[in-house]
């Protein structure tokens, strides 16, 4: 498989390091090595947040975050398009979005014809199911449905492991559900 | 790859989980950033019963480790943990843990000193620790985090070193970074590390004073003793890393090298940017044909000189990456300064030369290790006449 960087983009309180040390731990029980940081010292509620996953069959040495990363995850849809986002991402890459519109928009939107796109409407699955937009597990299903990088259930695996067990069906349920309805363009 | 029992840890967890393994009896600490997840997790335990310890709330670090002197000189084993300007407040009694001779071990999340304050990682912190009497090492992965705890109690309550040990990892880029660990069970743990006072302790039946007046007649021998012990404490090391490796299988040397065994190059380098270091090495220099290998530091004090300077004797040009200052020294970067003198006093002429980098957090990326290598390659044919006299600040705006 060789690497694959993914960087996350969110809000303080939606989850994104959370999902990042998700989709590691998930990585890892897949067999590979994996390392998860968060952008440091941003921990505000409501701030921009950076999270940092890095995916390797080789080990991992370098500590610093990730500046062309395979894939970028945008778990606020308002910082859909922000060049902030797209920075970086590399030409075949993945633009995974939590967004009501489909992945043709937001591919005009960000203008890069270079990268494939998939959208989920991860806010109105979180609200279903928690009654707060809590987006994380949605866009690691949205991720792992466009991307194939890991195995749904090995997700799952870390879900159970890392929650508590109230959450654990709930964030599956939403997992399963953004797995799903994920639609892309390539 | 996927070995056995590995669990996604941060290196603050990790740490956790060896300190757990340990079955210290007490813990006394106070938050700091980066530190504070490692004690969170420990309360954790002890709140759920998996651990037995009794945790000590202080009301400043100062307390944090004059609590843990008295805990460790009651016969406790004790763990405290802490970072930047909690160090700096530790620093009065850091010296009278050494001292006393109290084998306590302290885990550090390496972070920069104010002003201004600036909560992010480099080594100012560990390197104001370097001449307190502490055994000090520094780890670069989050398993050798982990294993570092369980190697500083074997060292740090042997009976011919009984001094205190501080395990370090980078704030954020390790404490706060999620990697697989092979986490070391309890039971094991206290085959490697039996619970068993080693140490003079306080004992009401046999009343003694611990830490009392030193006069002109008698201080010089203690500091003396203090030095011939952090000598044995290098011995130890050397013994309890052989035992560690049979017994779990992982091998920790005072010194890491990598990709040395042909290079005629070599960066010196101390933590996390050790791991940019040799991933610079694998996808950059050696593709372009640079015998470039890299000279990690583990343990810190004692400073493994020996070692490093047989292996540096042999290189064409060697740079020493700082990642703090000693403002107005001779030599720039502390670790630099020891290397100089190891060099000196064993008659190495390779020229060395210093880097200062990643003050305060600033990632050292690709383009500051190539800016150092470049500087390094220069000085190939050189004498040490030709070294610059001031370190190069890499990665600042002038």
């Known amino acids: 498989m060789g690497r694959f960087e993914i960087r996350w983009h969110g809000r303080g309180g939606m989850g994104a390091v959370t999902a990042a040390e998700l989709t590691?731990?998930?990585?890892?029980?897949?067999?590979?090595?994996?390392?998860?940081?968060?952008?440091?010292?941003?921990?505000?509620?409501?701030?921009?947040?950076?999270?940092?996953?890095?995916?390797?069959?080789?080990p991992i040495y370098e500590k610093t975050p990730i500046e062309e990363p395979d894939a970028v995850v945008v778990l606020d849809s308002s910082m859909v398009g922000q060049e902030a986002v797209l920075h970086g991402l590399k030409s075949g890459g993945w633009y995974i979005a939590n967004t009501a519109r489909d992945p043709e928009e937001v591919r005009k939107i960000i203008g890069r014809d270079d990268v494939k796109v998939a959208t989920v409407n991860a806010t109105k699955l979180a609200m279903e199911v928690f009654k707060a937009p809590i987006v994380n597990t949605a866009m690691i299903g949205a991720l792992v449905a466009a991307t194939g990088i890991v195995p749904l259930e090995k997700v799952e695996e870390a879900v159970r492991d890392r929650f508590p067990e109230r959450y654990v069906d709930p964030n599956i349920k939403l997992l399963r559900q953004a797995y799903e309805s994920v639609r892309k363009v390539v | 790859m996927a070995g056995k029992k590995k669990l996604p840890l941060s290196g603050n967890t990790a740490i956790a989980y060896a300190v757990k393994a340990a079955d210290v009896d007490v813990i006394s600490a106070y938050p700091i950033t980066p530190q504070t997840t490692i004690v969170e997790k420990l309360t954790e335990f002890v709140a759920n019963g998996e651990l037995d310890a009794e945790v000590i709330h202080v009301e400043s670090e100062h307390s944090a480790l004059s609590a843990a002197v008295g805990a460790s000189a009651a016969g406790a084993r004790v763990f405290t943990a802490s970072s930047s300007q909690g160090i700096a407040l530790m620093y009065e009694i850091m010296f009278i843990a050494s001292s006393m001779r109290l084998p306590i071990v302290m885990a550090m999340a390496t972070r920069a000193l104010s002003a201004p304050i600036n909560i992010w990682n480099d080594h100012s912190d560990f390197m104001a620790a370097s001449d307190t009497g502490w055994v000090m090492m520094m780890a670069h992965t989050n398993q050798e985090a982990h294993d570092d705890i369980i190697l500083a109690y074997k060292i740090a309550e042997h009976p011919d070193v009984l001094l205190p040990v501080i395990t370090a990892i980078d704030g954020y880029f390790m404490s706060h970074t999620i990697e697989?660990?092979?986490?070391?069970?309890?039971?094991?743990?206290?085959?490697?590390?039996?619970?068993?006072?080693?140490?003079?302790?306080?004992?009401?039946?046999?009343?003694?004073?611990?830490?009392?007046?030193?006069?002109?007649?008698?201080?010089?021998?203690?500091?003396?003793?203090?030095?011939?012990?952090?000598?044995?404490?290098?011995?130890?090391?050397?013994?309890a890393t052989k035992e560690f490796e049979k017994v779990f299988g992982r091998r920790y040397e005072p010194v890491e090298y990598f990709m040395m065994d042909d290079a005629e190059y070599a960066l010196v380098a101390m933590g996390s940017v050790a791991g940019n270091v040799?991933?610079?090495?694998?996808?950059?220099?050696?593709?372009?044909?640079?015998?470039?290998?890299?000279?990690?530091?583990?343990?810190?004090?004692?400073?493994?000189?020996?070692?490093?300077?047989?292996?540096?004797?042999?290189?064409?040009?060697?740079?020493?990456?700082?990642?703090?200052l000693a403002f107005g020294s001779s030599y720039g970067g502390p670790l630099y300064g020891d290397?100089?003198?190891?060099?000196?006093?064993?008659?190495?002429?390779?020229?060395?030369?210093?880097?200062?980098?990643?003050?305060g957090g600033r990632p050292v990326t690709f383009r500051d290790i190539k800016a150092m290598v470049d500087a390094t390659l220069a000085l190939d044919g050189k004498t040490r006449k030709d070294v610059p006299k001031e370190p190069y600040f890499i990665g600042v705006r002038e």
Not at chain 2, 287 to 315: C, D, H, Q, Y
């Open chain 2, 180 to 239: 697989p660990v092979e986490p070391i069970e309890r039971e094991e743990a206290l085959k490697f590390i039996p619970k068993k006072v080693t140490w003079s302790v306080l004992d009401p039946d046999n009343p003694v004073t611990m830490g009392p007046l030193g006069t002109p007649e008698w201080y010089y021998e203690f500091k003396r003793q203090q030095h011939e012990a952090m000598k044995k404490a290098r011995e130890v090391f050397d013994e």
């Open chain 1, 24 to 58: 590691a731990m998930a990585a890892v029980k897949t067999g590979y090595y994996a390392v998860a940081f968060p952008e440091f010292g941003a921990e505000r509620r409501g701030a921009p947040v950076k999270a940092y996953t890095r995916i390797d069959d080789e």
């Open chain 2, 339 to 359: 290397i100089l003198s190891a060099a000196y006093t064993r008659g190495v002429d390779t020229p060395i030369v210093n880097f200062v980098a990643g003050l």
């Open chain 2, 278 to 324: 040799k991933a610079y090495i694998v996808k950059e220099a050696r593709k372009r044909g640079i015998k470039l290998g890299l000279i990690r530091v583990k343990l810190f004090r004692p400073f493994p000189a020996e070692e490093i300077m047989e292996v540096i004797s042999n290189l064409k040009a060697v740079g020493v990456i700082d990642r703090a």
